[in-house]
């Protein structure tokens, strides 16, 4: 990262699923990937500002609503430890080399181009697939589960804004990045059906998966004072769920030329922004 000024890094294996079924693969990329780019960053002469993919899945089994930074308890999964590891080590490179980053902790990202075709693609896609081709979706549990779904578009603000602070630091942040509301699967998937004319299905429900969080809401107060953060107008001025669903709508008719069978939704505790990997 020589002559490098800014480091957004984004890379890592998402996916609490994954993780479980393969966790030294997530081990070796999540941590040794993550410590790769600490230890070439803090070598650096010209590096202004680190930022990180953080992740909500570090809250854990703490039942505590809405989350708040500093309130954490047990990882649930083996990704959760991966990502808890990154801030562990983003503070001791802090402490230790003065290498003060900021993680972003995103909580279930979503926004268009987001595949719905893997094994571990997140769910909004996946429902917004099971109505356009009017198939049951598939929910783990009861389907009370809640999410603070986040627009993609808050996570390039939130990035452009953490690399960008005029505001100087002299330690390791951590930041919730968030909409700061949460939606139980049941009312999503009822406001998609709704909306695109299938409310005649009703979802095929599956024992719980391990590693999933019930719950999860975010504190979003620290985000808006520390780097100025703010929910897009996408977000704050309109019906979020109905737009994000006609942008499928577009997405699905228009980029995508075939359409695969739809597979069982898979909520992630922070699934990948469009186009990139997950923290």
Known sequence: VEGINYISHQAALGSVPRSIADPITSNNVNISGFVNMLTAAKESNALKRFVYAASS??????????????????????YAVTKLVNELYADIFSKTYGLHSIGLRYFNVFGPKQSPTNAY??????????ALRQISPAIFGDGETSRDFTFVENVVQANIKALLIYTE????EV???ACGDRISLNKLWNLIAKY???????PNYFDERVGDVKHSLADISKAKNFINYSKSLLTALVPVWVSVASLYAVWWYVVIHSQPEPVAAVV????????ASTG
């Open 175 to 177: 930041v919730n990045i």
């Open 169 to 172: 630091i002299n330690a390791h």
């Open 268 to 275: 992630q505790t922070d699934p990948a922004p469009s186009g």
């Open 57 to 78: 899945s570090t809250y854990g089994d703490s039942p505590s609503l809405p989350k708040v930074e500093g309130i954490e308890g047990k990882p649930l999964s083996p």
């Open 196 to 202: 695109l004319n299938c409310e005649s299905l009703t």
């Open 121 to 130: 693609a997140a769910v909004i896609p996946k429902f917004i697939t099971s």
